[in-house]
């Protein structure tokens, strides 16, 4: 069974600082993607960034990059230069290429201060 | 509690085809969601729905239509199904307000249009 795992409940950051959210997973398959996404109060997930398990090269995508460790099973997400509209639930997510379902981590709560 | 309910898990239609996927949550949501995830790719939100009578367009509406004539029910609907609708289609549900989990995620409908 696939399990992904955010050990950061909650944290806050100063605007304009760098935050960086853990997520670790685990699979016994080879293919996979995985992704963050971020859910603001009452509206939808929004995809900030994926990654594919068979890319070496980290994910970046403006102000967003990750950091993937495939054989310690880990895909931190770095937010840089953090904005006050960067404040929401971010959920890490793992989707095997061959399964339909998708396995969210439990979500941090980011908050980032005036 | 069942959750989020979806059915038919899987389908093949032909181009020009119409039909229903259907999604029922237990847990009195008012939030219902439609996403649909295509191979490797994040979710893309199709149209969401705040409540009882009430609809709004996601991302990639087009070719779509839903009613929400029910707390439970979010039905989608696809018209003149094409190829490029080929994809697999979650529903999801949340509280309104609620920011310390991630949606509630049916199992998902695999489509293939042919």
């Known amino acids: 069974a696939q399990t992904v795992t955010q050990s950061q409940p909650e944290m806050s950051v100063q605007e304009a600082e760098t935050v960086t959210l853990s997520c670790t997973y685990d699979t016994s398959e080879n293919n996979y993607y995985l992704f963050w996404y971020k859910q603001p109060p009452s509206r939808q997930m929004i995809l900030v960034i994926r990654q594919e398990a068979y890319k070496q090269q980290n994910a970046t995508e403006n102000r967003f990059s990750v950091n993937f460790q495939k054989a310690a099973k880990s895909f931190s997400l770095k937010i840089s230069d953090s904005q006050l509209g960067d404040t929401a639930m971010y959920f890490c997510?793992?989707?095997?290429?061959?399964?339909?379902?998708?396995?969210f981590g439990k979500g941090t709560r980011l908050h980032i201060l005036p | 509690n069942a959750g989020v309910t979806q059915t038919p898990k899987f389908r093949i239609l032909k181009i020009g085809q119409s039909m229903t996927l259907q999604c029922t949550q237990d847990?009195?949501?008012?939030?219902m969601y439609w996403y649909r995830q295509d191979p490797g790719m994040g979710l893309k939100l199709i149209y969401y729905s705040v409540g009882a009578g009430i609809t709004d367009k996601g991302e990639v509406p087009n070719g779509y239509n839903v009613s929400r004539s029910t707390t439970e029910d979010f039905p989608l609907r696809l018209e003149l199904a094409a190829p490029s609708q080929t994809s697999v289609y979650f529903c999801?549900?949340?509280?309104?307000?609620?920011?310390?989990?991630?949606?509630?995620f049916g199992d998902g409908t695999r489509l293939s249009i042919l």
């Open positions: 997510a793992l989707t095997l290429n061959r399964d339909d379902k998708i396995i």
């Open positions: 847990m009195n949501h008012n939030y």
């Open positions: 999801a549900s949340s509280f309104y307000g609620t920011e310390n989990q991630p949606q509630h």
